[in-house]
Nanobody, 116 residues
Framework: QVQLVESGGGSVQAGGSLRLSCAAS????????MAWYRQAPGKQREFVARVYTSGRTTYADFVQGRFTISRDNAKSTAYLKMDSLKPEDTAAYYC??????????WGQGTQVTVSS
């Protein structure tokens, strides 16, 4: 079992920055990769970014260099630094941890609101 706790959400104006954190506990050493997803009201949850234990990262196209995902393996924590935020980035952001193809966990979500 893995527990994920997100923090760092909030309200900012367009062009501002936020850094989200996701702390994993439990069997966190078995995590293959950690990722961030987001879900805006009335929309499906979508992939934002992923970071593997090796440090390799992947991003959704809409990130366009504005977001940076990182991971501190010693602390079992993943981060999402978001710069140049836009109103369309407003959503609940969820942390995701993948152990294997059949075992994954989600955090409870943290709200990000960007005003114009």
């Amino acid at each position: 079992q893995v527990q994920l706790v997100e923090s760092g959400g909030g309200s900012v104006q367009a062009g501002g920055s936020l850094r989200l954190s996701c702390a994993a506990s439990g069997s966190s050493k078995s995590i293959n990769y950690m990722a961030w997803y987001r879900q805006a009201p009335g929309k499906q949850r979508e992939f934002v970014a992923r970071v593997y234990t090796s440090g390799r990262t992947t991003y959704a196209d809409f990130v366009q260099g504005r977001f940076t995902i990182s991971r501190d393996n010693a602390k079992s924590t993943a981060y999402l630094k978001m710069d140049s935020l836009k109103p369309e980035d407003t959503a609940a952001y969820y942390c995701h941890a993948q152990i294997s193809s059949s075992e994954a966990y989600w955090g409870q979500g943290t709200q990000v609101t960007v005003s114009s």
